[in-house]
T-cell receptor, first 114, second 115 residues
Framework: KQEVTQIPAALSVPEGENLVLNCSFT??????LQWFRQDPGKGLTSLLL?????REQTSGRLNASLDKSSGRSTLYIAASQPGDSATYLC?????????????FGKGTHLIIQP | DARVTQTPRHKVTEMGQEVTMRCQPI?????VFWYRQTMMQGLELLAY????????DSGMPKDRFSAEMPDATLATLKIQPSEPRDSAVYFC?????????????FGPGTRLTVL
C-alpha cells in the first residue's frame, strides 16, 4: 500500500526566505505526483502536477521536482510571502492495486512571518 | 467562475442519525471523487465515479456508507447510521476525464460532527 510522508510537519520562516518542503513515497509505480495548497476551512487548490516521466515543474515562485526512483519530491518556494501561509499537501496517483486515485501525505503547515 | 459546490458546509448530528452530503461537480466534468480528512489519517479517498458509474469504492466502509450519482450534476455521500468516528471533513472533487493527468478541482468540504 502506497504511503506518502511529508517533512517537516510544520515550518515557520520570516518573509523573503527561500524554503523547501519535502515529500517521500514508498511505491515508485506512480502516474504522477501533485502538490496542493489548503487554506483553513477551504478545499484544496492544485499547484503543480508532475508526470512520472518528468523531473520538475515550475509555476511562478514555485518549483517542484520529482525523483521517482528514490521516491522523493521537493517543493521549492522562492522569496516567500505572508500570503504563502497555508498547508501544503503532496499526493501521488499510483499504478498499483487498491483504491485508485490520489494518496495524500498529511501536509506541511507553513507560516510566513511578516 | 466554475467551481465545485458542496452542501451542507457544516453538519452536526447525533449518533445513529442518517447524514447525506451533496456535491455538484463542475459542469462538463465526468469524474467525481469523495475524500475524507481527519487529523489522524489525513486525506483519504473514499470512492470515485466516472460517467456516473462507480469505479472504485474500496476506501469506503460499505456497511454504513453509500455513494451515488443520480445525475451528471449531483453526487451524494450517505452515512447510515452515523457514528462519532465519522466526524471529519468530507471533500468532493471533480475532474474532466478522471485520467491521472487531469487536475482535480476540490469543493470547500462538509464538516461533519457526530455527537
Amino acid at each position: 500500500k502506497q504511503e506518502v510522508t511529508q517533512i517537516p510537519a510544520a515550518l515557520s520562516v520570516p518573509e523573503g526566505e527561500n524554503l523547501v518542503l519535502n515529500c517521500s513515497f514508498t511505491d515508485s509505480a506512480i502516474y504522477n505526483l501533485q502538490w496542493f495548497r489548503q487554506d483553513p476551512g477551504k478545499g484544496l487548490t492544485s499547484l503543480l502536477l508532475i508526470q512520472s516521466s518528468q523531473r520538475e515543474q515550475t509555476s511562478g515562485r514555485l518549483n517542484a521536482s520529482l525523483d521517482k526512483s528514490s521516491g522523493r519530491s521537493t517543493l521549492y518556494i522562492a522569496a516567500s510571502q505572508p500570503g504563502d501561509s497555508a498547508t501544503y499537501l503532496c499526493a501521488v496517483w499510483g499504478r498499483g492495486g487498491g483504491a485508485d486515485g490520489l494518496t495524500f501525505g498529511k501536509g506541511t503547515h507553513l507560516i510566513i512571518q511578516p | 467562475d466554475a467551481r465545485v459546490t458542496q452542501t451542507p458546509r457544516h453538519k452536526v448530528t447525533e449518533m445513529g442519525q442518517e447524514v447525506t452530503m451533496r456535491c455538484q461537480p463542475i459542469l462538463g466534468h465526468n469524474t467525481v471523487f469523495w475524500y475524507r480528512q481527519t487529523m489522524m489519517q489525513g486525506l483519504e479517498l473514499l470512492a470515485y465515479f466516472r460517467n456516473r458509474a462507480p469505479l472504485d469504492d474500496s476506501g469506503m466502509p460499505k456497511d454504513r456508507f453509500s455513494a451515488e450519482m443520480p445525475d451528471a450534476t449531483l453526487a451524494t455521500l450517505k452515512i447510515q447510521p452515523s457514528e462519532p468516528r465519522d466526524s471529519a471533513v468530507y471533500f468532493c472533487a471533480s475532474g474532466l476525464t478522471g485520467h491521472p493527468t487531469d487536475t482535480q478541482y476540490f469543493g470547500p468540504g462538509t464538516r461533519l460532527t457526530v455527537l
